[in-house]
């Protein structure tokens, strides 16, 4: 056969499958800058490089990076990703971040007394913060991540606990004490047990707020649900009228725990279910694992 014959269907092929592929992106990008544009209203963060473009430019920029980032079909874009995406790229951190006290000194170096003095100094800022707070809910989020470095001091395991119960607090302070909690707080914490279970509390109760329920399903710690753990994933999986994002937190869920029997146990109801059939592959990964 004359190759340039075989080129033509060839090259039109190539030009479909890079217009479908287009597509594609064009459709994720319309899913995922409306999440981004609700992260960016809630937070009130704005690109250093174009502070005083419109929101949805804002967001259809940061979902174009979010695609590029991830391709086509990759990471989930749920809320919690999507918010996770933009503080981890472009996220402002504070003078306070990683145990440096605001006159920028590393408090490590000054040995246990200084430490205590800028942990507790932390705390009792955030807790002078007024509770309509505004403005400063900035502060809050830089004062919650200078306390990354003393998740497991008592004084901070009792602020982050009351920042996770309460809610009437800031949504993003209460995401960042769950972010805290699952990736700092160690068996060290006087409070560990009663920490990972706060957060397992608001990823099971659907009254609560959905963007914190989000990132609670997403930080979950395996042990620490109490006796109706897996009843509780159990319940969200299938609770079709539950928020999508924070069933695939417990589907995530599956795919770390160790408990190899709940899994199996599961593994019928889902292949058989009209969303989670469709993860045909994450369930053959579930199988095997």
């Given at each position: 056969m004359n190759p340039l014959v075989l080129a033509v269907p060839l090259r039109a092929l190539a030009s479909d499958f890079t217009i479908s592929i287009r597509r594609r992106a064009q459709r994720a990008n319309e899913h995922i800058a409306p999440g981004l544009q609700t992260f960016f209203e809630r937070a009130r963060y704005r690109y250093p490089d174009m502070p005083n473009a419109p929101l949805p430019v804002q967001a259809e920029a940061a979902a174009q990076q979010y695609a590029q980032t991830f391709g086509v079909g990759g990471l989930h874009p749920s809320s919690a990703n999507l918010t996770a995406f933009v503080w981890i790229r472009h996220g402002r951190h504070g003078s306070l971040r990683a145990g440096r006290d605001a006159s920028g000194n590393n408090a490590h170096q000054h040995g246990g007394m200084r430490r205590m003095t800028a942990a507790t100094e932390a705390v009792r800022r955030y807790r002078a913060l007024p509770p309509d707070a505004g403005d400063d809910d900035e502060v809050r989020i830089e004062l919650l991540q200078a306390l990354e470095s003393y998740a497991?001091?008592?004084?901070?395991?009792?602020?982050?606990?009351?920042?996770?119960?309460?809610r009437g607090e800031y949504d993003l302070a209460r995401i960042e004490a769950i972010k805290i909690v699952h990736l700092y707080v160690d068996e060290t914490s006087p409070l560990e047990q009663a920490l990972k279970r706060a957060v397992w509390d608001l990823f099971a109760d659907r009254s609560e707020d959905a963007l914190v329920r989000q990132h609670a399903s997403q930080n979950l710690d395996a042990g620490f649900g109490g006796d109706q753990e897996r009843a509780v994933v159990e319940r969200v999986l299938f609770d079709d009228g539950d928020d999508l994002d924070v069933r695939h937190g417990a589907f995530r869920y599956l795919r770390g725990v160790t408990d190899a029997a709940f899994v199996r146990q599961m593994l019928p109801r889902l292949r058989g279910h009209a969303h989670w059939s469709r993860y045909r592959d994450a369930?053959?990964?579930l199988a095997t694992a």
């Open positions: 497991n001091d008592a004084e901070v395991g009792a602020l982050l606990g009351e920042i996770l119960r309460a369930l053959e990964r």
